[in-house]
């Protein structure tokens, strides 16, 4: 295969988290520009187990990442962290699921995205609630930041609520860097880049302090990278 050639990857995670069990799992995806991601991961939980999924995008030219968790059984908890990171001309388009089929379980989905060059973003986040699932609490956010004018992002957050004594909300925000916030930081002594770099950081940092502290540094220098033009 020549090196200019396009490779594929694609990958499947299953994960069953048995009763009262605590599971992590984290997907880090840094692939070559000349390669195209596929990616599927799905957890199901019994009653009172704990998953915590943590992703990071921010390789590869076109990314598909398809990612959920089936809350079934009484006491489950679910929360899926995300960080994408795009630049040139990369697409990347995650899609997350949270299906509550049973009662009294609890899901939460942060999710933040950066898109500077030309590249793309669709972020979709989809909360099922079953009809017999009373009591539950389900929240995602899900955030854009777009650094240049030749950036896109979408974000499609999808409720699916068939029961209604149940606590469900979401977020999502789409828009450029605040000029005045890089107004106020270069007229405290700030080039414009290093600026950018500072706002960029700080946006993502919200979800990174939610992360366990092992990951928190990894997720730090891949956006550092980006930011400086180091791509792979």
Partial sequence: TSDDSCRILNGAVEIFAGESSRLRYVMLQDI????????????????????YTVFGSFGGSVTKIDMGTILDGRGAESRISGIVFGDESQQFDHHTV???????????????????????????????????????????ENRNLLLDSGTKAETIPELEILNDEVSCSHGATIGPIDPEMVFYLRSRGFSEPDAVKAIVSGFMEPTINLLPNNIRDTLRQSIQKKLEGKTG
Avoid: L, P, W
């Fill in 98 to 140: 949270h299906h509550h089929a049973s009662g009294e379980t609890h899901s939460n989905i942060d999710v933040r995205i950066a898109m500077k060059d030309k590249s793309q973003s669709a972020y979709t986040g989809m909360i099922r609630i079953d009809e017999e699932a009373a009591n539950c609490e389900a929240y995602q």
């Fill in 32 to 51: 070559s520009s000349t390669t195209n991601g596929f990616i599927t991961q799905r957890a199901e939980t019994s009653s009172d187990a704990n998953i």
